[in-house]
DNA sequence: CTTAAATTGTGAATGTGAACACAATCACAT
DNA sequence: ATGTGATTGTGTTCACATTCACAATTTAAG
């Protein structure tokens, strides 16, 4: 099943309207309207109906969305039906975090792999996975079938590491560091900058102050 | 200094901008132009230009943008000339990587408090800050004027605290709790989950495959 | 001094997404 | 049955963002 001709907002949204249904699902909603979904998510009410309505009708009119069932059907549009084998790079102290934390794995993200460079670290038990020798990464990871890679290195050795994985078949790259990654076009690298989202959340929240006092004037 | 009719795509894009100048910036680059900005933000040039000509003409025709004027003056327009003051609730997996990354506090961002519910926890040291105990965290933040607050404590926890949060006067929080908080509307949050970045990312490198076989058919 | 190469700044055209109002539909009470 | 209140689905309109082409400007070389 293919979609054609959905805005790319559209699209992102989606990934939003998961989320909320995956807490409202762990609350145990029944179902859901697109007032109380929209609001939730920070958008508006026509606007997620609208999005939904590219993939078809799953509503029912007076009553609203079954909530299970959207997030079926959202899991489905986004191929997340299956589940993801992720590998993560530098078991540090993010990268530790990571594996131990157990939420992935019911999202059915699954960290089944961590390499390191340090002697200290390889060989040693993190959760329940063994941290391995980055040397031996090319080819373990050929063996596993990983298609996700989280790069939780110093952002010196970033760019190095990005060539390690540039000769794999990985096209997609979850990294911590900050900074550029020359990676061929056809691998998608998302950073992950926490100073970033602060400046912007910081930025937004200014904003709002300011925009009440001016209406607030008349 | 106040910037009318700014599209707010373009004030999004600024922090992306400010992000690869000063990764520019560590790399001793003394001037860099719009195509190459363009190249490492994942934009084109034209929309780089465009985007900053809304602030002023900052580059030299025919040489480009001297990198540290440039992320000057953006560092202004987005009002991150003085340093951040930031607390940390839940010292735990996360939070305590978080305290201990040193980048943050040459970003301006110092996180100077850590709170926690945990007897064992209270009173340690992570870094050079002490963890407090949650508590006293209303009369605490009045007195050292925090700007933001990270909530990385467990899910089934974060509405309750989010309610201790909403009777300070912080309004930016900073979230790793992947679930709705109530919050006033002035108050703005901003969730990080790593999860649904996983997922936007994984779609977006399967679309690109899918994309470019099509390309090559005829 | 003149010309060529590089690169910015920008107005006008184009394209795309958001908003909105309302028809369609459903559950339920009477 | 039938009316009522709630809520979805969508065509149209409008606002906004992107793109593009090119004039303007600078540097450097001949
Ligand atoms: N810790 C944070 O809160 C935080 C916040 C934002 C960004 N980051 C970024 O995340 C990355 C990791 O941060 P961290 O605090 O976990 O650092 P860390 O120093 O604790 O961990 C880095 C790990 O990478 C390993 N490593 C170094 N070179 C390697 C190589 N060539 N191959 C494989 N492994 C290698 C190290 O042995 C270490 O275990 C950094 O780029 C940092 O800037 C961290
Ligand atoms: N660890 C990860 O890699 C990761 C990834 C994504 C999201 N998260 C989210 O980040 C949050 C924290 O994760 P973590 O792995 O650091 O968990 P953690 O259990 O290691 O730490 C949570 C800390 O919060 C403290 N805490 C509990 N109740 C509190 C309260 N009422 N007031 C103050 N402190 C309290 C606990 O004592 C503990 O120290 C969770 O919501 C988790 O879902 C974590």
Redesign the pocket.
């Known amino acids: 099943m293919t979609y054609r001709d959905v805005?790319?907002?559209?699209m992102d949204r989606l990934f939003l309207y998961m989320r909320a249904l995956t807490c409202l699902r762990r609350e145990k909603s029944e179902t859901v309207?697109?007032?109380r979904l929209a609001e939730i998510c920070n958008v508006?009410?026509?606007?997620v109906?609208?999005d939904?309505?590219y993939f078809g009708?799953?509503?029912?009119?007076?009553?609203?969305?079954n909530v299970n069932e959207l997030l079926d059907h959202i899991r489905r549009i986004l191929k997340l039906d299956r589940s993801v084998n992720v590998a993560l790079i530098g078991a540090g102290n993010i990268g530790r975090a990571l594996i131990t934390h157990s939420s992935f794995q019911l999202e059915g993200f699954n960290i089944s792999m961590a390499f390191d460079i340090d002697r200290e670290k390889i060989g040693t038990r993190v959760g329940s996975i063994t941290v391995e020798d980055m040397m031996d990464f090319p080819d373990r990871v050929e063996e596993e079938g990983i298609d996700l890679a989280i790069l939780a290195v110093p952002e010196e050795v970033a760019p190095e590491i990005a060539r390690i994985i540039a000769d794999t078949n990985i096209i997609s790259i979850l990294s911590f560091a900050p900074c550029e990654l020359c990676m061929p076009e056809n691998v998608k690298v998302t950073c992950v900058d926490l100073s970033m989202e602060m400046a912007r959340l910081l930025y937004n929240s200014r904003q709002t102050v300011t925009r009440k006092k001016k209406e607030r004037k008349p």
Chains 1, 2 share one sequence.
């Open positions: 805005p790319t907002e559209t309207s697109s007032s508006n009410a026509p606007k109906r609208k939904l309505s009708e799953f509503g029912v009119r007076g009553v609203g969305y």
